[in-house]
């Protein structure tokens, strides 16, 4: 089956997938900064003992992500949002079980490398069914692009791929420049609101 068709028959319009989504962009923008920020607030010791370099796509980068994506999107079922706990390493959660949105960089086509570096990758990029996650969820990705330099954040959005082939991105950026200064504060994530609903996780 041609992608295009396959995009036809089983995939969300872009417009849906960005009116799902755009409640929670300004909250995803928030995620990205906060980690750009903690990044950078690291010292030049620490990032050599990581063996990382102010313009390398740094591992820590996408911890902090990790971590602050999970402080400011657990606990809130009530807007529609329930974490899947099913991927590896990674904080994903579903938006009215429609879309499921994990964070990771985007490298150049808003895409995300390696995705068949494992079998789990291969099938999840690949829109395959994986046992323990709503498989009729879209699954697409948050990510940032840096500049040119590698120095800062040029942009903030949201792909859908199928494989290896982009089938649709949108920023998610504001009027505001992503732009962080190195010596900035990190944003500090909104508690999480409390909620006793069920949440969708790994198969017990």
């Not at 995939?11 to 989504?21: I, V």
């Not at 602050?68 to 657990?74: K, P, T």
């Not at 590896?88 to 949105?101: C, Q, R, S, T, W």
């Not at 649709?168 to 909620?195: C, E, N, R, W």
Request: hydrophobic share 40%; aromatic share 12%; glycine share 6%.
């Amino acid at each position: 089956m041609a992608v295009m068709d396959f995009v036809a028959r089983e995939f969300l319009g872009r417009d849906e997938a960005k009116a799902l989504s755009e409640p929670f962009w300004s909250d995803m923008r928030h995620v990205w900064q906060s980690a750009w920020s903690s990044w950078h607030n690291v010292g030049e010791d620490e990032r050599a003992r990581l063996l990382e370099t102010p313009t390398a796509r740094p591992g820590a980068l996408n911890a902090f992500a990790q971590s602050f994506a999970r402080e400011m999107f657990r606990g809130r079922e009530s807007e529609g949002i329930v974490e899947c706990e099913i991927i590896p390493n990674v904080f994903a959660f579903y938006v009215h079980e429609k879309i499921l949105l994990r964070f990771n960089a985007l490298g150049p086509g808003y895409l995300v490398r390696a995705v068949e570096a494992n079998e789990f990758k291969r099938r999840y990029f690949k829109q395959l069914p994986i046992r323990g996650i709503i498989n009729s969820a879209n699954r697409m990705t948050v990510g940032y692009r840096v500049n040119e330099a590698k120095t800062d954040l040029e942009e903030i959005a949201i792909s859908l791929q199928y494989g290896p082939d982009l089938i649709y991105y949108f920023s998610i950026d504001d009027a505001q420049s992503m732009q962080l200064p190195s010596g900035s504060q990190a944003p500090t994530p909104k508690p999480p609101v409390a909620s006793n609903q069920i949440r969708h996780g790994r198969p017990r």
